[in-house]
C-alpha cells in the first residue's frame, strides 16, 4: 500500500495504482502531487516527475523553495522541455533524462523505464511514485486518441511495476466527454476546487 500523505488524511492505496488529479486552475492540483511524491521520499520510496510544462532545474528549484531537502533522496526528472525549448544544456545524469519534446511520448516511456530501472537496480528501491505534469499539455501537443494509447501503455507499465502513478489535469481546459474518456483509464480521481479546498478521492482501491 502506498500512503497518500496528510492532505488525503493518510488514506492508502495498493499498489499498481494510478491517479488522477483534476480541477481548475489555481486549485492546488501540482503542489498536492508534489507532496504525495514527498510523502514517497519520507516512506524510503523513488520519485519520478515527468514534466511536459517546466524544465527539470524548475522543478528542483520548487522544491527547494518550499524547504525540502533533497539531499540524498532519490528524485529523477524526465525533463520534456528543455530540448524542445531550447533554453539550455541537455545533459542528462543517472537521475535527469530529457526527453525531445512534449510530443515525444516514445520518449517518455524510454526515459521512465531508465529511471525505474536505475533506482531497482543501482539503489535496491523497489518502490516508486511516478507524478506526471500535465496530461493536458500531452493533448495540446498531440490529440487525445494518442495520448489515451499512450496512457494506456504507461498506466500498464506503472502497474507491472508495481508503482504509484500520480497525473495532473487541467479540468476546465477541456470537455466532459474527453475528461470522462481519461478517468476510466485511472483506479482513482483526486478532484481539487477553487472553492473547497478539500480534496476528494474516489477510488475502487483505497
Same mark, same amino acid.
Request: glycine share 10%; net charge negative.
Given at each position: 500500500?502506498?500512503?497518500?500523505?496528510?492532505?488525503?488524511?493518510?488514506?492508502?492505496?495498493?499498489?499498481?495504482?494510478?491517479?488522477?488529479?483534476?480541477?481548475?486552475?489555481?486549485?492546488?492540483?501540482?503542489?498536492?502531487?508534489?507532496?504525495?511524491?514527498?510523502?514517497?521520499?519520507?516512506?524510503?520510496?523513488?520519485?519520478?516527475?515527468?514534466?511536459?510544462?517546466?524544465?527539470?532545474?524548475?522543478?528542483?528549484?520548487?522544491?527547494?523553495?518550499?524547504?525540502?531537502?533533497?539531499?540524498?533522496?532519490?528524485?529523477?526528472?524526465?525533463?520534456?522541455?528543455?530540448?524542445?525549448?531550447?533554453?539550455?544544456?541537455?545533459?542528462?545524469?543517472?537521475?535527469?533524462?530529457?526527453?525531445?519534446?512534449?510530443?515525444?511520448?516514445?520518449?517518455?516511456?524510454?526515459?521512465?523505464?531508465?529511471?525505474?530501472?536505475?533506482?531497482?537496480?543501482?539503489?535496491?528501491?523497489?518502490?516508486?511514485?511516478? %507524478?506526471?505534469?500535465? @496530461?493536458?499539455?500531452?493533448? +495540446?501537443?498531440? =490529440?487525445?486518441? !494518442?495520448?489515451?494509447?499512450? #496512457?494506456?501503455?504507461?498506466?500498464?507499465?506503472?502497474?507491472?511495476?508495481?508503482?504509484?502513478?500520480?497525473?495532473?489535469?487541467?479540468?476546465?481546459?477541456?470537455?466532459?466527454?474527453?475528461?470522462? %474518456?481519461?478517468?476510466? @483509464?485511472?483506479?482513482?480521481? +483526486?478532484?481539487? =476546487?477553487?472553492? !473547497?479546498?478539500?480534496?476528494? #478521492?474516489?477510488?475502487?482501491?483505497?
Amino acid at each position: 500500500m502506498y500512503n497518500l500523505g496528510p492532505k488525503l488524511n493518510g488514506q492508502t492505496i495498493e499498489a499498481g495504482s494510478n491517479l488522477l488529479i483534476t480541477g481548475p486552475p489555481l486549485s492546488g492540483k501540482r503542489q498536492l502531487a508534489l507532496n504525495i511524491l514527498k510523502q514517497g521520499f519520507e516512506d524510503d520510496e523513488g520519485g519520478i516527475v515527468i514534466s511536459t510544462k517546466d524544465s527539470g532545474d524548475r522543478i528542483i528549484e520548487e522544491y527547494t523553495r518550499t524547504g525540502w531537502s533533497l539531499d540524498n533522496v532519490p528524485l529523477g526528472i524526465v525533463d520534456c522541455v528543455t530540448k524542445h525549448q531550447g533554453i539550455g544544456p541537455a545533459n542528462e545524469t543517472a537521475t535527469l533524462k530529457f526527453a525531445s519534446s512534449p510530443h515525444d511520448m516514445t520518449g517518455i516511456g524510454i526515459k521512465l523505464s531508465e529511471l525505474l530501472e536505475h533506482f531497482y537496480s543501482n539503489q535496491g528501491i523497489h518502490r516508486n511514485r511516478v %507524478m506526471l505534469h500535465s @496530461l493536458s499539455t500531452l493533448i +495540446i501537443y498531440s =490529440n487525445i486518441q !494518442t495520448v489515451f494509447r499512450f #496512457l494506456h501503455v504507461f498506466t500498464g507499465r506503472t502497474q507491472s511495476a508495481n508503482a504509484l502513478g500520480i497525473f495532473v489535469m487541467e479540468s476546465t481546459a477541456h470537455d466532459e466527454k474527453t475528461m470522462n %474518456m481519461m478517468a476510466q @483509464l485511472f483506479d482513482g480521481v +483526486i478532484e481539487t =476546487n477553487q472553492e !473547497t479546498p478539500e480534496v476528494t #478521492l474516489r477510488t475502487s482501491t483505497a
